[in-house]
């Protein structure tokens, strides 16, 4: 143990040969096996046989990983469009979770007509798995020491009474850093528990889902201006303006992340459009009864 806590981790778990298996990979794979098993128990008690997720998971997974890449070679175009034989090179890096989302929903609309099932039915009993998946997958990134926010003291990081391993890997070339990863995590689980509350309530179809889409999007937004590694682009100065004066009461307790270009983060402002939709249908269909069917019907 305390050679484990002397140094930081390891990103390489084990190797097979010349083939090394990293954490990274071995993380988002137990996340996405978890959020199947929660997703298919909750199938189950509500008559939706365990194929139907399996076989969407065929049709999902392959989409994410294109969206995510996708998502993040079109806001690093500048280097792409000189370097394209890059672009399918996701084992070096450059994968976005709204790109992920993103193809994962455009996917999945397709397979719930190809089986001839409401969407919002589906997405309404896998959105916690979702969550629960990103709350998982986010340690992926504590691994390989990425995803973090701008420097800190380690005094700092004692006050936030975290475990000696997570101090130790956060501490990278010289400096310790936020660790925003274990902020979004944290809200990630936090955000499963709520979602499991409101599936006792028997929503209106669509409010687990657009629930989901809103309490993600509000975390996202606030967790990822203390980035420093944040996807940007430039935009107009009101639209700056806007975008900080929201963010403003995180400043009362930390400084921003420093940005390496733009000046808008192109994750903070989608999630403050997800944000104001999803809380918009919310309100509609659950306050107005446009939407007539509910979570077990």
Request: glycine content about 10%.
């Amino acid at each position: 143990m305390s050679l484990f806590l002397a140094s930081t981790l390891n990103p390489v778990a084990f190797k097979l040969g010349p083939l090394s298996v990293h954490w990274y990979g071995i993380i988002l794979g137990s996340a996405t096996l978890i959020g199947l098993w929660v997703a298919i128990r909750e199938g189950r008690r509500l008559g939706v046989h365990s194929d139907v997720f399996l076989d969407m998971l065929l049709w999902v997974l392959p989409a994410a990983i294109v969206g995510a890449r996708l998502y993040f070679v079109a806001f690093q175009w500048e280097y792409y469009s000189q370097h394209p034989g890059e672009i399918i090179a996701i084992w070096n890096g450059g994968i976005a979770i709204y790109g992920a989302l993103i193809g994962a929903v455009i996917a999945g609309y397709f397979y719930t007509r190809k089986i001839d099932m409401p969407f919002l039915k589906l997405a309404d009993i896998v959105a916690p798995s979702i969550l629960l998946g990103q709350a998982i997958g986010r340690w992926g990134n504590f691994v390989n020491q990425e995803a973090h926010g701008g420097e800190v003291t380690r005094a700092f990081l004692e006050g936030l009474h975290l475990p000696d391993w997570i101090i130790r890997q956060m501490y990278i070339e010289g400096a310790y850093y936020h660790p925003t990863f274990l902020y979004e995590s944290v809200w990630n689980f936090a955000g499963v528990l709520v979602l499991l509350v409101l599936r006792r309530l028997n929503l209106r179809r669509g409010g687990m889902f657009f629930s989901y889409i809103a309490w993600y999007a509000l975390g996202r937004f606030f967790i990822e201006g203390l980035r420093t590694d944040s996807l940007a682009f430039d935009g107009p100065g009101w639209l700056e303006a806007f975008v900080d004066a929201i963010w403003s009461p995180m400043s009362l307790f930390f400084e921003p992340g420093a940005m390496a270009y733009g000046n808008i983060r192109t994750s903070q402002l989608l999630s403050l459009l997800l944000f104001i939709a999803a809380a918009a249908v919310i309100v509609f269909w659950q306050v107005t009864g446009k939407e007539k069917q509910r979570y077990t019907d």
